[in-house]
Each structure stands twice: as structure tokens, then as C-alpha cells.
């Protein structure tokens, strides 16, 4: 599943091509020790995303001056750092 999260202009519409869907919150897909979760939602996938920006939003100056504009919109996503970089989730 490949996805992106674009921003476009106010009074804009995007591409006739592009799937809109509206952003909200969902559960993330979770999987066990042993095995990846059974299925996975496109919102889950954007759950993922935004919770990854909200993270770089709040850790990185260089992201978070780049994203200023989007912090009220990533206020109420829970920071989670890239498991690989060994945070906890909803650090």
C-alpha cells in the first residue's frame, strides 16, 4: 500500500486523480511479537503518518519550523518516534 498525505492551497481543489479521503483518528494496526497486524485501513495508515509528524513537530527545530502552520492541526495526534529509533509509542 503506498499513500501520501498532500496539503493543498485553500480554495483549491486537488487533482481529479487524487483519492480524497478526510483525515480523522484511528487505532493503530498492531501486530504481535511474532506476526504483522491481519489487515490494515488507509486511516490507520494516516493515523501513522500524522502521529510521526506530531513527533518530528515537537523534536526536530528544523520540522517544526517547517510545519508551523500545522500544529494546531497535529496538536491532538500522539507524538510516536520511528520504532526503530527505540522510543516508546506515545512518547
Given at each position: 500500500m503506498l499513500t501520501y498525505i498532500a496539503a493543498v492551497p485553500p480554495n483549491s481543489d486537488p487533482p481529479?486523480?487524487?483519492?480524497?479521503?478526510?483525515v480523522g483518528h484511528a487505532e493503530l494496526a498492531r501486530g504481535d511479537a511474532t506476526?504483522?497486524?491481519?489487515s490494515i485501513d488507509i486511516m490507520q495508515?494516516?493515523?501513522?503518518?500524522l502521529?510521526?509528524?506530531?513527533?518530528?513537530l515537537q523534536d526536530d527545530p528544523v520540522?517544526?519550523?517547517i510545519l508551523a502552520?500545522?500544529?494546531?492541526?497535529l496538536s491532538d495526534y500522539i507524538p510516536e518516534p520511528?520504532?526503530?529509533l527505540g522510543g516508546p509509542a506515545g512518547m
Open positions: 481529479p486523480t487524487w483519492q480524497v479521503v478526510e506476526a504483522p497486524p491481519t495508515v494516516q493515523e501513522h503518518a502521529r510521526h509528524l506530531a513527533w518530528l520540522i517544526a519550523d502552520d500545522w500544529s494546531d492541526a520511528f520504532r526503530a
